[in-house]
């Protein structure tokens, strides 16, 4: 049995910390399968390279893992998106966890539901309390930032860390996850307050996230998309968007 490396160790702990919170349950194929495989589209691989897992439940819209692993080109990544429904404020929550040969990087972040720049109170009742996890992150040594499109940064949150690591370092990173999902959790679990919801309606906040979501997964925003498309074909990478931008 092959060992499981740090990236994907990282992505099964969050997964099933949200899982067991939440009570969700997984949607299965036709086959009583991942929801989706993936196959290599690529010379240098050949076969099932990843796949796609959806699970339901509890307060969350769904929740979507994608798992790729290429070892012919050092690519061992694992993608977990899980999502609150889309007339709720409380953010999305992500993290990307990456091996790329000697080297790993990860994603990590609450996504706004409500323009920060506009929203005093929601900023400080749904970011604030991380913000000395984020700059204890980010002075962690080994940890570089990744260099990200400003489109990108925009549509995310300023609390978000994104960043090269040394394996030393990405060994260290769990607390800085769990600090993250510990505060999701915790607000996912009471909601946000109606202070920090004045003048929000839900319509608003669907037709926000809807936006949104396909700004984040846009192929001219994340030119990663274009890779994923080339490794696992244009159909299955077109699914996978739809599945992660699709708010119903």
């Known amino acids: 049995m092959s060992a499981v490396s740090l990236p994907d160790a990282l992505a099964r702990k969050t997964r099933d910390r949200v899982i067991e919170a939440f009570g969700l349950t997984e949607v299965h194929a036709d086959d009583n399968g991942p929801y989706l495989t993936l196959e290599s589209h690529v010379p240098m691989a050949q076969g099932k390279v990843g796949e796609v897992r959806v699970y339901e439940g509890g307060p969350l819209q769904k929740m979507v893992t994608c798992a790729l692993v290429v070892p012919q ?21 992500t993290l990307d966890s990456v091996g790329a040969g000697e080297h790993c990087a990860f994603h990590l972040d609450l996504v706004p539901r409500l323009d920060l720049g506009a929203n005093l109170a929601y900023m400080d009742e749904a970011y604030t309390p991380l913000t000395e996890t984020c700059k204890a992150a980010r002075a962690m040594e080994g940890l ?9 940064l925009a549509v995310m949150s300023p609390w978000m860390l994104v960043h090269r690591a040394t394996q030393d370092a990405f060994a260290k990173i769990d607390d800085t996850v769990n600090a993250y999902l510990d ?66």
């Open 73 to 93: 080109i050092g690519l061992d990544s694992h993608m977990l998106f899980a999502f609150t429904p889309s007339e709720s404020a409380v953010p999305h929550f």
């Open 144 to 152: 570089s930032p990744a260099q990200l499109d400003i489109r990108q």
């Open 183 to 248: 505060h999701w959790f915790s607000l996912v679990q009471k909601g946000i307050s109606d202070e920090a919801l004045e003048a929000v309606d839900s319509a608003a906040l669907a037709e926000r996230d809807c936006r949104n979501r396909a700004i984040i997964f846009d192929p001219e925003v994340d030119k990663v998309w274009n890779q994923i498309g080339g490794l696992i074909g244009s159909e299955s990478s077109e699914a996978l968007r739809a599945l992660l931008k699709n708010n119903g």
